[in-house]
Each structure stands twice: as C-alpha cells, then as structure tokens.
C-alpha cells in the first residue's frame, strides 16, 4: 500500500491543523492506521493509531485530549485532528499502515511508511 500524507504547515501555538493522509490500496480497511513523528534531532516517536473500523484508537500521552485520529474506509483516508498546538509538536509527520494494530502500538513500527508532512509551530 501507498501511502501519500498531506496538509502540514507554519501555524502559531494554540492553532488547529489537520493533516491526512492517502492510501492506494483497495484493502485500505483491513490496515491498523498511525502517525508517527519526528522533530529535529530526535527519534521518530509514536502518535496516534487507529484500528481498521475506526472504534480503537491510542493516543501518546503528550498528544492525548488534543488530537484526534480518524479515518473513512470509504475514502481510503485517515485524519490526524491536531489542536491547541504547542511548539513542542513541531515535526515531521508520517502516516503508517500495518495489518496489526499492535505493531504499531507496542512495537512503534509499521509496514508501510508515506513519506511525511512537516508541521512548524512558533511561539
């Protein structure tokens, strides 16, 4: 599966942004779906995933209460809600599909990596 996110941006702290991300593959809803990130200097970090119906979703603690992860099986998309921005979430973001959910949860791996979106928030 292809992945292609989009919809990153300069934003200021305390703004809302919603990036997305597009899959190819007709059997998009048999995918548990996440974003990972990474800021500059950093490693790749777990965001949010999403399982294949849309009714599990895990969230990282430092994001919890301010994103939201969904998706639309129908669209072959899932959305990553970002609000109440902080400096700190400044990064590259990457969507990521795996068939188990718990790859990505436990593991914060994936098979298939999209190439990311940057997301800039200034203080």
């Known amino acids: 599966v292809q992945l292609q996110a989009s919809g990153g941006g300069l934003v200021q702290a305390g703004d809302s942004l919603r990036v997305s991300c597009a899959a190819s593959?007709?059997?998009?809803?048999?995918?548990?779906m996440g974003w990972f990130r990474q800021a500059p200097g950093k490693e790749r970090e777990f965001v949010a995933v999403?399982?294949?119906?849309?009714?599990?979703?895990f969230y990282a603690d430092s994001v919890k209460g301010r994103f939201i992860i969904s998706r639309d099986n129908a669209k072959n998309m899932v959305y990553l809600q970002m609000n109440s921005l902080k400096p700190e979430d400044t990064a590259v973001y990457y969507c990521?599909?795996?068939?188990?959910?718990?790859?990505?949860?436990?593991?914060?791996?994936?098979?298939?990596w999209g190439q990311g979106t940057e997301v800039t928030v200034s203080s």
């Open positions: 990521a599909a795996d068939e188990d959910i718990v790859t990505i949860t436990a593991g914060a791996r994936a098979h298939y």
């Open positions: 999403i399982g294949m119906d849309g009714g599990t979703t």
């Open positions: 593959k007709r059997t998009f809803p048999t995918f548990a």
